[in-house]
């Protein structure tokens, strides 16, 4: 791709950040403070993967816990108050060789020096009607942020990667059983955590075998799961309060194929944690954070902070480029 020579316009901004989530929202707070006056596109999913969740009880400063939604209101109000501008809109294209950096908006075009990519990753989900009434009731996608809510409980996670025997092996912690549920016969789990999971006491597995419903809908709770063998055909219901998905992330990185150096599963290959990088060439004033990059932390205060370093390596760049 030839990179398109603009003069920067008094327009040009000098970051915009794609993503509202953790990572986007304190970018946009460091961002603001040091006077960019950051656009922040939300994106698909405004808010991220907080914003599904419940209670945050690991998030530092909130010994009580706090509600994720609301967690990620105090960090829109925070950017906003010193300064960052929100804007309900996700992009439809980029030219990130161009100088000034071009995104376009809908109809909008938008010229920017740096832009920071914290679209995130979202949860694969079975896509059940039922599963997806009941998330953050009964249904959830991240052990570390819920398991706790299924303490003394009877839970099933779904999967049969490294995720769902690290989540299962987790959950042992507060369940009081766990049935995996993987729908072969086959693990894609590296050995040594599948035999660690099936060495443990607490945990059962269930091969070949698929959910089919998620119970409780009515009553805002999940009261079991309808499941059925894949090799007998047999149906039947399994009693647990909780289920947990452990079958995998996609980055929300689509966008950028092509345009960037992706891993094998879509995830930004990002040089020194926060700079994106073309044929492993660093793409000039190209930021990333959060979750978009990192396939293996996946925390709300992981993609904060790695929010902060792309707004301070941002401002770096800025300063190194005459602003
Ligand atoms: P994987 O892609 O490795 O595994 C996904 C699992 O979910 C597979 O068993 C897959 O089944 C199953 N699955 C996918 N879609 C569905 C569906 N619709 N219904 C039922 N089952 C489904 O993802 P992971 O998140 O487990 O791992 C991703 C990467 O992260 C891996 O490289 C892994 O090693 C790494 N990782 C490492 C950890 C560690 O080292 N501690 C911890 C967590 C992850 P099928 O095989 O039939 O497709």
Redesign the pocket.
């Known amino acids: 791709m030839t990179p398109e020579i603009t003069t920067p316009t008094p327009e040009t901004r000098d970051v915009v950040i794609l993503g509202s989530g953790c990572a986007g929202l304190t970018a946009a707070i460091y961002a603001a403070r040091s006077n960019l006056k950051p656009l922040v596109l939300e994106g698909h999913e405004p808010g991220g993967q907080l914003s599904i969740t419940t209670l945050v009880e690991n998030f530092p400063g909130w010994p009580d816990g706090i509600q994720g939604p609301e967690l990620i209101e105090n960090m829109k109000l925070q950017a906003q108050r010193f300064g960052a501008e929100l804007r309900m809109a996700h992009l439809s294209a980029a030219d990130l060789t161009a100088h000034p950096i071009k995104l376009t908006v809908g109809k909008d075009i938008i010229h920017t020096r740096t832009v920071i990519i914290a679209s995130g990753a979202s949860a694969?989900w079975?896509?059940l009607p039922s599963e997806q009434a009941l998330i953050g009731n009964g249904v959830s996608s991240c052990a570390t942020c819920d398991g706790f809510f299924a303490r003394g409980k009877e839970i099933a996670v779904?999967?049969?990667?490294?995720?769902?025997m690290?989540e299962a092996l987790f959950l042992t912690r507060f369940a009081t059983k766990v049935t995996l549920i993987?729908?072969?016969d086959?693990?894609?789990?590296?050995p040594i955590?599948l035999e660690r999971a099936k060495a443990h006491p607490s945990i059962r597995f269930m091969t070949s075998t698929?959910v089919e419903e998620v119970l409780g809908v009515e009553e805002k709770d999940v009261k079991g799961l309808r499941i059925k063998n894949t090799v007998s055909g047999e149906v039947s219901i399994l009693p647990v309060s909780f289920m947990f998905l452990?079958?995998?992330?996609i980055p929300n990185a689509q966008a950028f194929k092509g345009m960037m150096d992706l891993d094998e599963?879509g995830y930004i290959l990002a040089s020194d944690d926060v700079h994106c990088t073309l044929n492993g060439q660093v793409l000039p004033g190209v930021f990333c954070a959060g979750d978009i990059k990192d396939?293996?932390y996946r925390q709300a205060i992981t993609a904060a902070g790695s929010g902060c370093m792309a707004a301070l390596e941002v401002e770096k760049y800025l300063e190194a480029h005459g602003r």
Do not use: C, P, Q, V
């Open positions: 694969r079975l896509n779904i999967g049969g990667g490294d995720s769902a690290e993987n729908r072969t086959r693990f894609r789990a590296s955590m698929i452990g079958i995998g992330h599963d396939r293996k």
